[in-house]
């Protein structure tokens, strides 16, 4: 399966803490995506790094790509009780929109 | 700029039936996608168009099928629908050009008794 793979699958931390949600694929990318789900509801654009590019910030939002390794890393610093949601990363490759999807990661914040 | 809309947010159907979804992409996009989410498969690609042009299909049977119009807005159409097509499924569109992130909508809920 080309499916890509995130661990760990539930992390459940404290309001304040650190979360950090990991990332491996299988096939060359031109860029990783990182999405957040609220229960219910569609997918939330979080962050794009190109293959080319090994961190990218965005607010509380750190993500690093390792394409030697296949795999990437999403950090959520000092988080909330809001950011509680599911993680997923996607990548996608050649002219096509197409994008593969980890089975994400379920972040519990604990306030 | 409004986002990516879908109608409608939920539908019940039954076994046999068919059901067409909608969706319409964010000003300018002309590329839309399509997904399917369920608790046992996680998200998988159905789709993508690109200027009223099929780009790229994913691993489903032919009873799914979709097609996009001149002003970018697509639709998705499943015959014969059957349980297992319960599911979530996501429209997204993204900007002409190469690594444009794509934008989703909030999904229609197709439940089948």
């Known amino acids: 399966s080309q499916q890509g793979e995130e661990d760990p699958q539930a992390l459940s931390i404290q309001e304040g803490e650190n979360a950090t949600m990991n990332c491996s694929y299988k096939?060359?990318?031109?860029?990783l995506q990182w999405y957040r789900q609220n229960s219910g509801r569609g997918l939330v654009h979080l962050i794009l790094i190109r293959s080319n590019e090994r961190e990218k910030h965005s607010g509380r939002l750190r993500v690093t790509l390792d394409t030697s390794k296949k795999s990437s890393s999403l950090l959520i610093t000092a988080s909330r009780a809001a950011d509680t949601a599911s993680y997923f990363c996607?990548?996608?490759?050649?002219?096509?929109?197409?994008?593969?999807f980890g089975k994400g990661t379920k972040l519990t914040v604990n306030p | 700029k409004a986002g990516v809309t879908q109608t409608p947010r939920y539908l019940i159907k039954t076994r046999g039936q068919q059901v067409t979804l909608s969706c319409s992409p964010i000003s300018g996009h002309r590329s839309v996608s399509w997904y399917q989410q369920t608790p046992g498969q996680g998200l998988q690609f159905l789709f993508e168009?690109?200027?009223?042009?099929?780009?790229n299909k994913g691993n489903f049977p032919g009873r799914f099928s979709g097609r996009q119009f001149s002003n970018s807005r697509s639709e998705m159409n499943v015959s014969t629908l059957e349980l297992g097509d319960s599911a979530l499924y996501l429209c997204?569109?993204?900007?002409?050009?190469?690594?444009?992130?794509?934008?989703f909508g909030d999904g229609t809920r197709l439940s089948i008794l």
């Open positions: 168009y690109f200027s009223e042009t099929q780009r």
């Open positions: 996607a990548y996608g490759g050649g002219g096509s929109e197409k994008l593969v």
């Open positions: 997204a569109s993204s900007a002409t050009g190469t690594n444009q992130p794509q934008h």
């Open positions: 096939t060359s990318i031109n860029n």
